[in-house]
């Protein structure tokens, strides 16, 4: 199975974290990152796609993404 997430923060080092938390976990990049303002924040956000081909489990809706 392959598994996808899209991590999302606002621009701060929380965001990078988030990100190299996930690669060390086996997590690929998926395309290219996006940057975007939160007008109801009036901060910006950052967002990144991420996969993984995840052996011998079968997706199930209520599976927690970040833990496989």
Request: proline letters at 3%; a negative charge.
């Amino acid at each position: 199975m392959k598994a996808y997430r899209l991590l999302t923060e606002e621009d701060t080092s929380a965001f990078c974290h988030k990100v190299t938390l996930a690669l060390s976990k086996g997590w690929e990049l998926h395309g290219s990152p996006a940057y975007a303002f939160d007008a109801e924040t009036g901060k910006m956000r950052c967002a990144q796609a991420v996969t993984k081909d995840v052996d011998g489990v079968d997706y199930d809706p209520d599976m927690k993404l970040g833990q496989l």
